[in-house]
């Protein structure tokens, strides 16, 4: 079975500090790893996904398969982050996502 | 249409009643996805779409839970004899491509919470 575990409910950083979202996974095969992110009033969309290799907002991720992680990191929050970021896995060729139960973001002025 | 959409976006049931829940998903696309998320936790994942065919409904609930796409595009949730612990928002995101070739993003609708009293 796959699992996604945040262990964070809340964070809270200064302006302008780094980052970092904590995204464990397990799932015995190769995984497809995204990150969604919620602004207040508005849909879920997607941030970034762990094949591409994207820089999206500053944000950056990197799958680690050695220890399972696929953490968010960004060098220098900014007020506009404040948002729930939930990560989630996508097993190969098929159809089911597992999300975390999120991380709720607050970066303060 | 812009984006993905769902009606109703709020709906409150008395505990026993059906409801239903409707998804108009991005035109064109062939995925669609149904997603149930409670209070305070990240949305699970319910069943799959690929055109009309249901490909997936591992995460239904229970058989209280119906999904259908008859045409391939609008998308029917189903919940009959609603119970409390069915309260939830549920969301609907479509993509654009079949799921088995390269992922391709999931856009999601705006979810419908649905009270169950």
């Known amino acids: 079975a796959q699992r996604v575990t945040q262990p964070e409910k809340l964070l809270s950083v200064f302006k302008g500090a780094p980052v970092e979202l904590k995204c464990n996974y397990s799932y015995s095969g190769s995984p497809e790893l995204f990150w969604y992110v919620q602004y207040s009033r508005q849909r879920l969309q997607l941030l970034l996904r762990?094949?591409s290799r994207e820089s999206i907002k500053g944000f950056t991720a990197d799958l680690n398969k050695g220890e399972t992680s696929f953490h968010l990191k960004k060098p220098f929050a900014q007020e506009e982050d404040s948002a729930m970021y939930y990560c989630a896995l996508m097993t190969t060729n098929a159809g089911k996502s597992t999300f975390g139960d999120g991380t709720t973001l607050t970066v303060k002025p | 249409g812009a984006g993905v959409s769902q009606s109703p976006r709020y709906k409150v049931a008395k505990r026993g009643q059906d409801v239903a829940l409707r998804c108009d998903p991005i035109?064109?696309?062939?995925?669609l996805f149904w997603y149930q998320q409670a209070l305070g936790q990240g949305p699970e994942f319910l069943t799959y779409f690929q055109n009309e065919a249901q490909l997936d409904k591992s995460g239904l609930p229970s058989d209280r839970f119906f999904a259908e796409r008859p045409e391939g595009s609008v998308s029917t949730l189903k919940i009959q004899r609603t119970q409390q612990e069915d309260s939830a928002v549920y969301l609907c995101?479509?993509?654009?491509?079949?799921?088995?070739?390269?992922?391709?993003?999931?856009?999601f609708g705006p979810g419908t919470r649905l009270t169950v009293l």
């Open positions: 762990h094949i």
């Open positions: 035109s064109g696309h062939v995925s």
């Open positions: 995101a479509s993509t654009k491509r079949p799921i088995a070739e390269f992922y391709n993003e999931q856009f």
